[in-house]
T-cell receptor, first 116, second 115 residues
Framework: DSGVTQTPKHLITATGQRVTLRCSPR?????VYWYQQSLDQGLQFLIQ???????AKGNILERFSAQQFPDLHSELNLSSLELGDSALYFC???????????????FGPGTRLTVL | AQTVTQSQPEMSVQEAETVTLSCTYDTSESDYYLFWYKQPPSRQMILVIRQEAYKQQNATENRFSVNFQKAAKSFSLKISDSQLGDAAMYFC????????????FGAGTRLTVKP
């Protein structure tokens, strides 16, 4: 158990809908990262938040957005869903303090999104 | 842009034997970090080992060790005394030491362990 929690574990929805994925980082971690893993593929970085502020952005679609709240949990919002958005979405967290830019990221169990 | 290449889509090893998974990366940076993550059938991403580019000494974690060749931009993972529980997808990952940079993953190598 990495200490990172994600809800829900599974999500099935229809095209055109909007969903919200939730992530709670490990206690003390300030950074949250979101990744997308399509079937049998590697992980694609979407976005990073550090202490409530956006820190880095990857290949995140305009239909997707995220935020990190004062209690450091994060939400990833996916809207106007398409079949191709079906994937496993991971959240990871790291401490990111004291200049440790590349401190280790610990991953949650993921949310499996199926768009029908 | 940094890229990570894992040229072995699949590998197989006999239980108790040793196997090496390959990873190469492309970067113009001198300060960065490299990781190996394991993804078993449960799909959980588990950190196996981490290497700082400024360290010449290869990282080791129990049965797992790396061969880090900075000049060649190579970062291979050696698994000794392979166990059935080592069967998983293994991902190599690169992250720049600079702020605002994401972690780049390779496409993965699926490791099968034969009893």
């Amino acid at each position: 158990d990495s200490g990172v929690t994600q809800t829900p574990k599974h999500l099935i929805t229809a095209t055109g809908q909007r969903v919200t994925l939730r992530c709670s980082p490990r206690s003390g971690d300030l950074s949250v990262y979101w990744y997308q893993q399509s079937l049998d593929q590697g992980l694609q970085f979407l976005i990073q938040y550090y202490n409530g502020e956006e820190r880095a952005k990857g290949n995140i679609l305009e239909r997707f957005s995220a935020q990190q709240f004062p209690d450091l949990h994060s939400e990833l919002n996916l809207s106007s869903l398409e079949l191709g958005d079906s994937a496993l979405y991971f959240c990871a967290s790291s401490v990111s303090t004291g200049g440790q830019v590349a401190d280790t990221q610990y991953f949650g169990p993921g949310t499996r999104l199926t768009v029908l | 842009a940094q890229t990570v290449t894992q040229s072995q889509p699949e590998m197989s090893v006999q239980e108790a034997e040793t196997v090496t998974l390959s990873c190469t990366y492309d970067t113009s940076e001198s300060d960065y970090y490299l990781f190996w993550y394991k993804q078993p059938p449960s799909r959980q991403m588990i950190l196996v080992i981490r290497q700082e580019a400024y360290k010449q000494q290869n990282a080791t974690e129990n049965r797992f060790s790396v061969n880090f060749q900075k000049a060649a931009k190579s970062f291979s993972l050696k698994i000794s005394d392979s166990q059935l529980g080592d069967a998983a997808m293994y991902f190599c990952a690169y992250r720049s030491a600079a702020w605002g940079n994401d972690m780049r993953f390779g496409a993965g190598t699926r490791l099968t362990v034969k009893p």
